[in-house]
């Protein structure tokens, strides 16, 4: 029995905890550094449930991961280190998370991510949001959904550049680069060729440039 009224009692706890999750984990998921993550325990039972209904699971949990207890796992899903999955978050088969990506919700929204879905390092995606089976987020992108305005892609699409994307609809297999696009439909338009357009460098109309003036 601890009593946790000091900080190094507090760390003395969460280290025991963190062994314990990894003692009932080790064998049957991979856990690259066991100093240095964090497992809730609804997501340990899942985790070991999962394993005997469709085991064996694959799954690699990065260095300084963390994992909230609303997470809902999947085989064959890499985590990166430093990654942080908190609120309801849904991982389908073979999602890989790549290094310090964020994904979270608030109570009562869902994301999810579909079979197959690459999300690469530090990319930022929140609240009522689901990304199509076979898509790929690249990195530099923040996905943002509400209640009245989620967010939807279809499978097969692909995010990169610089882009910010609010409560939007976008099509199969779409290739958005380099844009800021809020409340709106991304429609997949084929050329002459038959190959999807691609979207790229679509900006807002900017507001108070009167506010902007030269040194």
Known sequence: ILAFNVKSVWRQMESIARKWAYERLK?????????????ADEVVDQILELDKENGP?????????????????????????RSRLTGNVILGENVHIGVGVELSTYPNQTLQLDEAVQVLSRNILKGNLQIGAGSR?????????????????????????TSYLYG?????????EHSVIKCSHVKAIRNDDG????????????EGLDSVTDL
């Open 27 to 39: 064998d049957t998921i991979t856990i690259v550094d066991e100093e240095d993550f964090f497992i």
């Open 57 to 81: 699971l694959d799954i690699v949990i990065g260095k300084g991961v963390h994992i909230d207890a609303s997470v809902q796992l999947n085989r064959r899903v890499q985590i990166g280190d």
């Open 137 to 161: 987020i690249e990195s530099g992108v923040i996905m943002t959904g509400s209640d009245d305005f989620p967010l939807r892609t279809g499978e097969c699409v692909t995010i990169k550049g």
């Open 168 to 176: 939007c609809q976008v099509d199969d297999g779409l290739s958005i």
């Open 195 to 206: 190959v999807i357009q691609p979207v790229r460098y679509i900006l807002p109309t900017p």
